[in-house]
Protein backbone atom coordinates (compact mmCIF):
# COMPACT_ATOMS: atom_id res chain seq x y z
CA UNK A 1 0.00 0.00 0.00
CA UNK A 2 1.27 3.60 -0.83
CA UNK A 3 1.46 4.71 3.30
CA UNK A 4 4.10 7.81 2.60
CA UNK A 5 4.92 9.47 -0.61
CA UNK A 6 6.19 12.74 -2.09
CA UNK A 7 4.96 15.50 -3.49
CA UNK A 8 6.14 18.65 -4.89
CA UNK A 9 6.36 20.24 -1.87
CA UNK A 10 7.62 17.46 0.81
CA UNK A 11 6.67 13.75 2.32
CA UNK A 12 3.25 13.28 3.07
CA UNK A 13 2.37 10.32 4.90
CA UNK A 14 -1.48 8.69 4.91
CA UNK A 15 -3.73 6.70 6.96
CA UNK A 16 -4.92 3.14 6.53
CA UNK A 17 -8.98 3.22 6.01
CA UNK A 18 -11.26 1.14 7.94
CA UNK A 19 -10.55 -1.07 4.10
CA UNK A 20 -7.06 -1.59 4.88
CA UNK A 21 -5.84 -1.51 1.35
CA UNK A 22 -7.13 1.56 1.14
CA UNK A 23 -5.29 4.66 2.05
CA UNK A 24 -6.38 8.19 2.35
CA UNK A 25 -4.03 11.60 2.85
CA UNK A 26 -6.26 14.05 4.53
CA UNK A 27 -5.33 17.70 4.84
CA UNK A 28 -3.00 17.72 1.84
CA UNK A 29 -1.99 21.95 1.11
CA UNK A 30 -2.31 22.77 -2.34
CA UNK A 31 -1.95 26.18 -1.99
CA UNK A 32 -0.56 28.91 0.81
CA UNK A 33 -2.91 30.32 3.38
CA UNK A 34 -4.99 32.22 1.87
CA UNK A 35 -4.87 35.08 4.79
CA UNK A 36 -3.19 38.53 5.97
CA UNK A 37 -1.91 40.10 2.59
CA UNK A 38 -3.36 37.01 0.63
CA UNK A 39 -7.22 37.52 1.36
CA UNK A 40 -8.58 37.92 -2.04
CA UNK A 41 -5.37 37.43 -4.08
CA UNK A 42 -5.50 34.22 -6.32
CA UNK A 43 -3.64 31.05 -4.54
CA UNK A 44 0.00 30.79 -4.46
CA UNK A 45 1.56 27.93 -4.71
CA UNK A 46 2.06 26.04 -1.79
CA UNK A 47 5.34 26.39 0.81
CA UNK A 48 7.68 23.08 1.07
CA UNK A 49 8.02 21.43 4.08
CA UNK A 50 11.20 19.04 5.71
CA UNK A 51 10.12 15.84 7.09
CA UNK A 52 7.61 13.47 7.30
CA UNK A 53 3.84 15.72 7.25
CA UNK A 54 1.08 13.20 8.93
CA UNK A 55 -2.20 13.56 6.76
CA UNK A 56 -4.76 11.74 9.21
CA UNK A 57 -7.09 14.49 9.75
CA UNK A 58 -9.19 16.75 7.49
CA UNK A 59 -7.91 20.37 7.41
CA UNK A 60 -10.25 23.54 8.88
CA UNK A 61 -13.66 23.72 6.53
CA UNK A 62 -13.52 26.82 4.62
CA UNK A 63 -14.94 30.13 6.73
CA UNK A 64 -19.26 30.03 5.78
CA UNK A 65 -21.93 30.10 8.31
CA UNK A 66 -21.38 27.39 11.42
CA UNK A 67 -23.15 24.16 10.22
CA UNK A 68 -24.84 22.10 12.26
CA UNK A 69 -27.04 24.75 13.85
CA UNK A 70 -30.98 24.12 13.32
CA UNK A 71 -33.09 21.67 12.27
CA UNK A 72 -33.77 21.98 8.53
CA UNK A 73 -33.18 19.05 6.28
CA UNK A 74 -29.61 19.34 5.59
CA UNK A 75 -28.27 19.89 9.09
CA UNK A 76 -30.30 16.56 9.96
CA UNK A 77 -28.52 14.93 6.83
CA UNK A 78 -24.48 15.90 6.92
CA UNK A 79 -24.08 19.33 8.43
CA UNK A 80 -24.17 17.59 12.10
CA UNK A 81 -21.08 18.87 13.56
CA UNK A 82 -20.97 22.60 14.34
CA UNK A 83 -17.79 22.26 16.07
CA UNK A 84 -16.01 21.62 13.16
CA UNK A 85 -12.94 23.44 12.25
CA UNK A 86 -13.23 26.51 10.97
CA UNK A 87 -10.58 28.80 9.29
CA UNK A 88 -9.24 30.86 6.40
CA UNK A 89 -6.47 28.81 6.26
CA UNK A 90 -8.43 26.07 4.29
CA UNK A 91 -6.70 25.29 0.94
CA UNK A 92 -6.00 21.71 1.66
CA UNK A 93 -7.69 18.34 -0.85
CA UNK A 94 -8.08 14.97 0.45
CA UNK A 95 -6.90 11.77 -1.58
CA UNK A 96 -8.08 8.28 -1.51
CA UNK A 97 -6.27 5.86 -2.97
CA UNK A 98 -5.87 1.65 -3.75
CA UNK A 99 -2.47 1.75 -5.42
CA UNK A 100 0.15 -0.34 -3.85
CA UNK A 101 2.90 1.43 -6.08
CA UNK A 102 3.03 4.72 -7.33
CA UNK A 103 3.17 3.19 -11.52
CA UNK A 104 -0.48 1.94 -11.11
CA UNK A 105 -1.90 4.61 -13.39
CA UNK A 106 -5.47 4.61 -11.78
CA UNK A 107 -8.20 6.96 -12.93
CA UNK A 108 -8.88 9.97 -11.09
CA UNK A 109 -11.75 11.73 -9.72
CA UNK A 110 -11.56 15.65 -8.49
CA UNK A 111 -14.61 16.80 -6.35
CA UNK A 112 -15.85 19.78 -6.00
CA UNK A 113 -18.49 19.56 -3.06
CA UNK A 114 -22.18 22.08 -3.32
CA UNK A 115 -23.64 24.92 -1.27
CA UNK A 116 -24.43 27.64 -3.29
CA UNK A 117 -21.09 28.91 -3.31
CA UNK A 118 -21.79 30.18 0.70
CA UNK A 119 -21.24 26.70 2.29
CA UNK A 120 -20.00 23.28 1.96
CA UNK A 121 -16.79 21.44 2.88
CA UNK A 122 -15.12 18.49 1.76
CA UNK A 123 -15.32 16.65 5.35
CA UNK A 124 -18.82 16.00 4.75
CA UNK A 125 -19.49 12.48 5.48
CA UNK A 126 -21.01 11.81 2.47
CA UNK A 127 -18.18 12.19 0.37
CA UNK A 128 -15.93 9.53 2.20
CA UNK A 129 -13.94 8.27 -0.99
CA UNK A 130 -13.14 5.01 0.34
CA UNK A 131 -15.83 2.81 -1.55
CA UNK A 132 -15.14 4.53 -5.28
CA UNK A 133 -11.01 3.43 -4.22
CA UNK A 134 -11.95 0.06 -3.73
CA UNK A 135 -13.21 0.08 -6.91
CA UNK A 136 -10.01 1.06 -8.31
CA UNK A 137 -9.91 4.72 -8.53
CA UNK A 138 -7.97 7.44 -7.29
CA UNK A 139 -10.56 10.12 -5.28
CA UNK A 140 -9.70 13.88 -4.53
CA UNK A 141 -11.46 16.14 -3.20
CA UNK A 142 -10.63 19.86 -3.21
CA UNK A 143 -12.13 22.59 -0.60
CA UNK A 144 -12.23 26.07 -2.01
CA UNK A 145 -13.06 29.37 -0.42
CA UNK A 146 -16.67 30.26 -0.04
CA UNK A 147 -19.19 33.63 -0.14
CA UNK A 148 -17.12 36.65 0.79
CA UNK A 149 -13.86 35.23 0.89
CA UNK A 150 -14.07 32.84 -2.44
CA UNK A 151 -16.21 34.94 -4.72
CA UNK A 152 -15.95 39.18 -3.64
CA UNK A 153 -15.06 41.43 -6.25
CA UNK A 154 -14.10 44.72 -6.10
CA UNK A 155 -12.52 47.85 -8.01
CA UNK A 156 -9.50 47.80 -5.51
CA UNK A 157 -8.70 43.96 -6.29
CA UNK A 158 -9.40 44.72 -9.87
CA UNK A 159 -6.68 47.12 -10.06
CA UNK A 160 -4.32 45.06 -7.77
CA UNK A 161 -4.11 41.74 -10.38
CA UNK A 162 -6.32 42.55 -13.55
CA UNK A 163 -6.07 39.21 -14.54
CA UNK A 164 -7.64 37.55 -11.50
CA UNK A 165 -9.79 39.67 -9.87
CA UNK A 166 -12.20 37.60 -8.40
CA UNK A 167 -13.66 33.78 -8.33
CA UNK A 168 -10.95 32.62 -6.07
CA UNK A 169 -12.72 30.28 -5.04
CA UNK A 170 -12.90 28.93 -8.80
CA UNK A 171 -9.06 29.59 -9.01
CA UNK A 172 -9.10 27.57 -5.59
CA UNK A 173 -10.82 24.15 -7.20
CA UNK A 174 -8.37 25.09 -10.53
CA UNK A 175 -5.55 25.23 -8.72
CA UNK A 176 -6.14 21.78 -6.85
CA UNK A 177 -6.70 20.89 -10.13
CA UNK A 178 -3.43 21.68 -11.47
CA UNK A 179 -1.71 20.18 -8.22
CA UNK A 180 -3.50 17.10 -9.21
CA UNK A 181 -2.39 16.93 -12.79
CA UNK A 182 1.57 17.76 -11.44
CA UNK A 183 1.59 15.57 -8.35
CA UNK A 184 -1.31 12.64 -8.10
CA UNK A 185 1.28 9.78 -10.35
CA UNK A 186 2.98 9.29 -7.19
CA UNK A 187 -0.68 8.30 -5.24
CA UNK A 188 -0.73 5.77 -8.07
CA UNK A 189 -2.97 7.86 -10.56
CA UNK A 190 -3.16 8.68 -14.07
CA UNK A 191 -2.80 12.34 -14.73
CA UNK A 192 -3.86 11.75 -18.27
CA UNK A 193 -6.95 10.32 -16.82
CA UNK A 194 -9.04 12.75 -14.64
CA UNK A 195 -12.73 13.26 -14.38
CA UNK A 196 -14.35 16.51 -13.05
CA UNK A 197 -17.36 16.47 -10.91
CA UNK A 198 -19.40 17.76 -8.81
CA UNK A 199 -22.69 18.63 -7.39
CA UNK A 200 -25.24 21.49 -6.91
CA UNK A 201 -22.64 24.66 -7.07
CA UNK A 202 -20.31 22.26 -7.39
CA UNK A 203 -21.61 20.96 -10.60
CA UNK A 204 -22.37 24.76 -11.44
CA UNK A 205 -18.11 24.73 -11.02
CA UNK A 206 -17.82 21.86 -13.33
CA UNK A 207 -19.13 23.59 -15.78
CA UNK A 208 -17.24 26.76 -15.15
CA UNK A 209 -14.03 24.49 -15.58
CA UNK A 210 -15.65 23.38 -18.56
CA UNK A 211 -16.03 26.31 -19.93
CA UNK A 212 -12.78 27.89 -18.92
CA UNK A 213 -9.75 28.19 -21.62
CA UNK A 214 -7.27 27.87 -18.84
CA UNK A 215 -8.35 24.28 -18.42
CA UNK A 216 -7.41 22.82 -21.54
CA UNK A 217 -6.49 19.62 -21.74
CA UNK A 218 -6.44 19.67 -17.51
CA UNK A 219 -9.04 16.76 -17.19
CA UNK A 220 -10.91 14.28 -19.98
CA UNK A 221 -14.55 13.92 -18.43
CA UNK A 222 -16.81 15.29 -16.49
CA UNK A 223 -19.67 14.73 -14.10
CA UNK A 224 -22.22 17.64 -13.35
CA UNK A 225 -24.73 16.18 -10.52
CA UNK A 226 -27.86 18.61 -10.44
CA UNK A 227 -25.64 21.77 -11.76
CA UNK A 228 -27.39 22.70 -15.48
CA UNK A 229 -30.21 24.82 -14.85
CA UNK A 230 -32.90 26.34 -17.55
CA UNK A 231 -35.87 27.74 -16.39
CA UNK A 232 -38.57 26.10 -17.87
CA UNK A 233 -40.61 29.76 -17.89
CA UNK A 234 -38.30 33.03 -17.35
CA UNK A 235 -35.59 33.28 -19.44
CA UNK A 236 -32.78 32.66 -16.44
CA UNK A 237 -30.01 30.14 -15.43
CA UNK A 238 -29.24 30.31 -11.63
CA UNK A 239 -25.52 29.75 -12.26
CA UNK A 240 -25.04 32.41 -15.27
CA UNK A 241 -21.94 34.84 -14.21
CA UNK A 242 -22.69 38.54 -13.55
CA UNK A 243 -20.63 41.33 -14.95
CA UNK A 244 -17.34 42.25 -13.28
CA UNK A 245 -19.07 45.91 -12.87
CA UNK A 246 -22.26 44.88 -11.31
CA UNK A 247 -19.95 41.94 -8.67
CA UNK A 248 -17.49 45.11 -8.32
CA UNK A 249 -20.63 46.98 -6.52
CA UNK A 250 -21.54 44.50 -4.44
CA UNK A 251 -18.40 44.20 -3.06
CA UNK A 252 -18.17 47.76 -2.36
CA UNK A 253 -21.23 47.73 -0.79
CA UNK A 254 -19.88 44.99 1.34
CA UNK A 255 -17.14 47.11 2.32
CA UNK A 256 -19.76 50.09 3.15
CA UNK A 257 -21.36 47.65 5.23
CA UNK A 258 -17.94 46.52 7.04
CA UNK A 259 -16.70 50.09 7.43
CA UNK A 260 -13.71 50.12 5.29
CA UNK A 261 -13.07 52.42 2.56
CA UNK A 262 -9.89 50.49 1.34
CA UNK A 263 -8.59 46.91 0.64
CA UNK A 264 -6.06 46.98 2.85
CA UNK A 265 -8.57 48.02 6.03
CA UNK A 266 -10.92 45.07 4.80
CA UNK A 267 -7.59 42.65 4.71
CA UNK A 268 -7.47 43.68 8.63
CA UNK A 269 -10.51 42.83 9.88
CA UNK A 270 -11.68 39.27 11.74
CA UNK A 271 -12.63 36.61 9.33
CA UNK A 272 -15.64 36.03 11.25
CA UNK A 273 -16.62 39.24 11.27
CA UNK A 274 -17.00 39.05 7.66
CA UNK A 275 -18.55 36.39 7.30
CA UNK A 276 -21.07 38.09 10.09
CA UNK A 277 -21.93 40.93 8.31
CA UNK A 278 -21.66 39.29 4.93
CA UNK A 279 -23.82 36.53 6.25
CA UNK A 280 -26.70 39.25 7.17
CA UNK A 281 -26.01 41.63 4.31
CA UNK A 282 -26.91 38.13 1.94
CA UNK A 283 -29.90 37.25 4.63
CA UNK A 284 -31.65 41.03 4.03
CA UNK A 285 -30.77 41.31 0.48
CA UNK A 286 -31.01 37.75 -0.87
CA UNK A 287 -28.06 38.13 -3.10
CA UNK A 288 -25.22 35.96 -2.96
CA UNK A 289 -21.57 36.34 -4.12
CA UNK A 290 -20.95 33.71 -7.04
CA UNK A 291 -19.25 33.37 -9.79
CA UNK A 292 -18.39 36.96 -12.37
CA UNK A 293 -17.32 37.02 -15.87
CA UNK A 294 -13.81 38.53 -15.32
CA UNK A 295 -13.08 37.73 -18.58
CA UNK A 296 -10.00 35.82 -18.07
CA UNK A 297 -11.19 32.49 -16.01
CA UNK A 298 -14.74 33.10 -16.79
CA UNK A 299 -15.74 34.95 -20.09
CA UNK A 300 -19.51 33.96 -20.52
CA UNK A 301 -22.32 31.96 -19.30
CA UNK A 302 -20.90 28.48 -19.06
CA UNK A 303 -24.05 27.05 -20.46
CA UNK A 304 -24.00 29.36 -23.47
CA UNK A 305 -20.46 27.53 -23.56
CA UNK A 306 -21.88 24.21 -23.58
CA UNK A 307 -24.49 24.44 -25.96
CA UNK A 308 -22.10 26.42 -28.81
CA UNK A 309 -19.31 23.90 -28.54
CA UNK A 310 -16.61 26.57 -27.05
CA UNK A 311 -16.17 24.84 -23.25
CA UNK A 312 -13.90 21.88 -23.50
CA UNK A 313 -15.24 19.62 -25.42
CA UNK A 314 -15.16 15.68 -23.27
CA UNK A 315 -17.89 13.39 -22.55
CA UNK A 316 -20.38 13.77 -19.81
CA UNK A 317 -22.38 12.16 -17.01
CA UNK A 318 -25.23 14.82 -15.68
CA UNK A 319 -28.71 14.53 -14.46
CA UNK A 320 -30.64 15.37 -11.28
CA UNK A 321 -33.02 14.29 -8.91
CA UNK A 322 -36.94 13.92 -9.30
CA UNK A 323 -38.09 16.25 -7.09
CA UNK A 324 -35.33 19.08 -6.44
CA UNK A 325 -36.19 22.49 -7.74
CA UNK A 326 -39.29 22.18 -9.86
CA UNK A 327 -40.66 25.45 -11.32
CA UNK A 328 -44.40 26.40 -12.29
CA UNK A 329 -46.16 29.12 -13.65
CA UNK A 330 -47.13 31.95 -10.79
CA UNK A 331 -50.59 32.26 -11.18
CA UNK A 332 -54.00 32.96 -8.68
CA UNK A 333 -56.07 30.53 -10.40
CA UNK A 334 -56.52 29.19 -13.94
CA UNK A 335 -57.61 32.53 -15.48
CA UNK A 336 -54.00 34.05 -14.50
CA UNK A 337 -52.57 31.00 -15.34
CA UNK A 338 -53.87 30.75 -18.95
CA UNK A 339 -52.73 34.39 -19.21
CA UNK A 340 -49.79 33.97 -18.15
CA UNK A 341 -48.68 30.92 -20.28
CA UNK A 342 -49.61 33.18 -23.24
CA UNK A 343 -47.34 35.89 -22.08
CA UNK A 344 -44.33 33.16 -22.22
CA UNK A 345 -45.09 31.04 -25.07
CA UNK A 346 -47.01 33.17 -27.17
CA UNK A 347 -48.41 31.75 -30.24
CA UNK A 348 -47.04 28.05 -28.50
CA UNK A 349 -49.58 28.78 -25.35
CA UNK A 350 -52.37 26.58 -26.60
CA UNK A 351 -50.09 23.59 -27.51
CA UNK A 352 -48.40 23.89 -24.38
CA UNK A 353 -52.07 24.20 -22.10
CA UNK A 354 -52.82 20.44 -24.22
CA UNK A 355 -49.91 19.25 -22.94
CA UNK A 356 -49.24 20.79 -19.30
CA UNK A 357 -51.55 19.16 -16.09
CA UNK A 358 -55.25 20.25 -16.02
CA UNK A 359 -55.42 22.94 -13.33
CA UNK A 360 -53.45 23.42 -10.56
CA UNK A 361 -51.62 20.58 -8.79
CA UNK A 362 -50.71 20.13 -5.13
CA UNK A 363 -47.05 21.86 -6.24
CA UNK A 364 -48.76 24.69 -8.30
CA UNK A 365 -49.36 24.97 -12.08
CA UNK A 366 -47.25 23.10 -14.31
CA UNK A 367 -44.50 21.61 -12.31
CA UNK A 368 -41.13 21.36 -14.40
CA UNK A 369 -37.75 21.10 -13.56
CA UNK A 370 -35.18 23.55 -14.60
CA UNK A 371 -32.25 21.17 -13.45
CA UNK A 372 -33.31 18.21 -16.05
CA UNK A 373 -34.37 20.96 -18.84
CA UNK A 374 -31.04 22.19 -18.68
CA UNK A 375 -29.15 19.02 -19.02
CA UNK A 376 -31.11 18.10 -22.04
CA UNK A 377 -30.37 21.41 -23.44
CA UNK A 378 -27.11 20.92 -23.30
CA UNK A 379 -26.67 17.57 -24.81
CA UNK A 380 -29.29 18.13 -27.57
CA UNK A 381 -27.00 21.11 -29.01
CA UNK A 382 -23.88 18.79 -27.83
CA UNK A 383 -25.52 16.51 -30.77
CA UNK A 384 -26.03 19.43 -33.13
CA UNK A 385 -22.20 19.94 -32.82
CA UNK A 386 -19.74 17.98 -35.38
CA UNK A 387 -18.21 14.72 -33.43
CA UNK A 388 -20.23 14.88 -30.53
CA UNK A 389 -19.41 14.17 -27.45
CA UNK A 390 -20.82 11.35 -25.62
CA UNK A 391 -23.45 12.30 -23.09
CA UNK A 392 -25.26 10.37 -20.28
CA UNK A 393 -28.45 11.37 -18.61
CA UNK A 394 -29.63 10.03 -15.08
CA UNK A 395 -33.19 10.76 -13.17
CA UNK A 396 -32.90 9.89 -9.58
CA UNK A 397 -36.25 8.61 -8.40
CA UNK A 398 -35.97 6.04 -5.97
CA UNK A 399 -38.29 6.02 -2.45
CA UNK A 400 -36.52 8.18 -0.40
CA UNK A 401 -37.62 6.87 3.53
CA UNK A 402 -38.12 8.69 6.82
CA UNK A 403 -40.29 10.33 8.73
CA UNK A 404 -40.21 13.70 7.07
CA UNK A 405 -41.09 11.77 4.01
CA UNK A 406 -38.71 14.33 2.30
CA UNK A 407 -39.07 12.76 -1.49
CA UNK A 408 -35.90 12.71 -3.92
CA UNK A 409 -34.78 15.98 -2.17
CA UNK A 410 -31.84 18.36 -3.63
CA UNK A 411 -28.11 16.47 -3.01
CA UNK A 412 -30.00 12.54 -1.61
CA UNK A 413 -28.73 11.51 -4.87
CA UNK A 414 -25.10 11.64 -3.25
CA UNK A 415 -24.83 8.98 -0.64
CA UNK A 416 -25.79 6.73 -3.90
CA UNK A 417 -23.23 7.98 -6.09
CA UNK A 418 -20.55 7.68 -3.68
CA UNK A 419 -22.06 4.32 -1.74
CA UNK A 420 -21.88 5.63 1.68
CA UNK A 421 -25.72 5.42 2.63
CA UNK A 422 -24.30 3.07 5.54
CA UNK A 423 -23.51 6.76 6.82
CA UNK A 424 -26.79 8.31 6.76
CA UNK A 425 -29.15 8.08 9.75
CA UNK A 426 -32.39 7.28 7.12
CA UNK A 427 -33.58 3.55 7.23
CA UNK A 428 -32.32 2.56 4.36
CA UNK A 429 -32.98 -1.37 3.42
CA UNK A 430 -31.41 -3.74 1.54
CA UNK A 431 -32.94 -2.77 -1.30
CA UNK A 432 -31.77 0.45 -1.31
CA UNK A 433 -28.05 -0.57 -0.86
CA UNK A 434 -28.22 -2.27 -4.24
CA UNK A 435 -29.48 0.87 -5.56
CA UNK A 436 -26.03 2.53 -4.23
CA UNK A 437 -23.68 -0.07 -5.31
CA UNK A 438 -25.49 0.19 -8.77
CA UNK A 439 -25.17 3.86 -9.01
CA UNK A 440 -21.64 3.85 -8.24
CA UNK A 441 -20.33 1.26 -10.34
CA UNK A 442 -22.11 3.24 -13.28
CA UNK A 443 -20.42 6.50 -12.15
CA UNK A 444 -17.16 4.39 -11.78
CA UNK A 445 -17.00 3.11 -15.05
CA UNK A 446 -17.72 6.35 -16.69
CA UNK A 447 -14.31 7.36 -14.35
CA UNK A 448 -12.82 5.09 -15.83
CA UNK A 449 -13.79 4.82 -20.04
CA UNK A 450 -15.91 7.49 -20.33
CA UNK A 451 -18.97 5.24 -20.99
CA UNK A 452 -21.04 4.00 -17.65
CA UNK A 453 -21.82 0.28 -19.23
CA UNK A 454 -19.62 -2.33 -18.23
CA UNK A 455 -19.63 -4.75 -15.43
CA UNK A 456 -20.50 -4.13 -11.34
CA UNK A 457 -18.78 -5.12 -8.55
CA UNK A 458 -20.12 -8.37 -8.18
CA UNK A 459 -18.82 -8.66 -12.18
CA UNK A 460 -23.03 -8.96 -13.91
CA UNK A 461 -23.08 -6.68 -16.53
CA UNK A 462 -25.01 -3.84 -15.75
CA UNK A 463 -28.27 -2.62 -18.02
CA UNK A 464 -27.43 -0.90 -20.91
CA UNK A 465 -27.08 2.64 -20.71
CA UNK A 466 -27.25 4.16 -24.25
CA UNK A 467 -25.88 8.05 -24.95
CA UNK A 468 -28.58 10.59 -24.83
CA UNK A 469 -28.61 11.91 -28.39
CA UNK A 470 -31.43 14.32 -29.08
CA UNK A 471 -34.93 14.44 -29.09
CA UNK A 472 -36.58 11.28 -27.68
CA UNK A 473 -32.94 10.53 -26.31
CA UNK A 474 -32.11 7.02 -23.73
CA UNK A 475 -31.73 8.44 -20.54
CA UNK A 476 -31.16 5.81 -17.22
CA UNK A 477 -33.56 6.20 -14.44
CA UNK A 478 -33.02 5.20 -10.97
CA UNK A 479 -36.14 3.54 -9.68
CA UNK A 480 -36.63 1.95 -6.20
CA UNK A 481 -36.33 -0.88 -7.85
CA UNK A 482 -32.55 -0.03 -9.74
CA UNK A 483 -31.43 1.51 -12.83
CA UNK A 484 -33.89 0.70 -15.53
CA UNK A 485 -33.39 2.60 -19.20
CA UNK A 486 -35.72 4.62 -20.41
CA UNK A 487 -36.39 7.01 -23.44
CA UNK A 488 -37.33 10.22 -23.17
CA UNK A 489 -41.12 10.47 -23.06
CA UNK A 490 -42.71 13.10 -20.99
CA UNK A 491 -44.58 15.24 -24.06
CA UNK A 492 -44.44 18.33 -21.58
CA UNK A 493 -40.60 18.39 -21.19
CA UNK A 494 -40.02 17.64 -24.53
CA UNK A 495 -42.37 21.29 -25.39
CA UNK A 496 -39.85 22.99 -23.17
CA UNK A 497 -36.56 22.09 -23.98
CA UNK A 498 -38.06 22.60 -27.51
CA UNK A 499 -38.74 26.54 -26.40
CA UNK A 500 -35.75 26.95 -24.01
CA UNK A 501 -33.75 25.70 -27.27
CA UNK A 502 -35.30 28.38 -29.14
CA UNK A 503 -34.42 31.06 -26.49
CA UNK A 504 -30.61 29.42 -26.84
CA UNK A 505 -30.80 30.32 -30.53
CA UNK A 506 -31.99 33.67 -30.52
CA UNK A 507 -29.77 34.93 -27.66
Known amino acids: MIRITKTENGTVKGIPCADPRITAFKGVPFAKPPVGKLRWRAPQPAENWDGVRECFEFAPISVQDTPGIGDDIYCREWH ?38 QWGYTSEMEFDGERLARRGVVVVTVNYRLGAFGFIAHPEMTAEDPEKPCNFGSLDQQAGLFWVRRNIATFGGDPENITIAGQSAGGGSV ?69 STYSDMRNKTGVMFTIANDGHFCTGDPLKAFCNGTRNRVPVFAGNTGDEFLECIPAADDEGYHAKAREIFGEKADEFLSLAPKGVTPMGYAPASPCEIGVKVAFRSENKLPDPRPCYYYRFVPDIPGDDHPGTFHSCDLWFFFDTIAKCSRPYTGRHYDIARQMCDYWVNFIKNGDPNGRDICGEELPEWERYTGKGGAEMTFTPEGAVPAVESDPLTMFLIDRAIEREDKS
Do not use: H
Open 80 to 117: VDPDVPMSEDCLYLNIWTNAKSADERLPVLVWYFGGGF
Open 207 to 275: LAQMASKQNEGSFQKACVFSGMFQSPYIPNNFFCPRTLSEAEKLGEQLFAELGVETLDEARKLDADFIR
